[in-house]
């Protein structure tokens, strides 16, 4: 089992930059994609940033160009930065890891664990 530690959201006004950290502990080492979700009041999950064991990313349309996720695989942590924040960003992030080969996206069946999230809001 992978346990997912999510850090680094709050409250930011619009234009602002946050960049959010989940640590991946226990048999973090075993996973393959690691990625942000994110939901928002009334909405369903939906995915964000989603990066594969050699680096290979994927990002929703809403987050090209303005967010980037990286990882350090010396210490099973990945990385969201986000720019250009809107009022529309606001909502629970959720780091997700994947222990086995699926393709890494926003498909949530890739995925076997999950962090608790960490709040992010975006005031106009």
């Known amino acids: 089992q992978v346990q997912l530690v999510e850090s680094g959201g709050g409250s930011v006004e619009s234009g602002g930059s946050l960049r959010l950290t989940c640590e991946a502990s226990?048999?973090?080492?075993?996973?393959?994609?690691l990625g942000w979700f994110r939901q928002s009041p009334g909405k369903g999950r939906e995915g964000v940033a989603h990066?594969?064991?050699?680096?290979?990313?994927n990002y929703d349309d809403s987050a090209k160009g303005r967010f980037t996720i990286s990882r350090d695989y010396v210490k099973n942590t990945i990385f969201l930065e986000m720019t250009s924040l809107n009022p529309e960003d606001t909502a629970m992030y959720y780091c997700?890891?994947?222990?086995?080969?699926?393709?890494?996206?926003?498909?949530?069946?890739?995925?076997?664990?999950w962090g608790q999230g960490t709040q992010v809001t975006v005031s106009s």
């Open positions: 997700a890891a994947g222990r086995y080969q699926r393709p890494c996206g926003p498909d949530e069946s890739s995925y076997t664990d």
């Open positions: 226990g048999e973090g080492y075993l996973t393959y994609c």
């Open positions: 990066i594969g064991r050699h680096g290979l990313t």
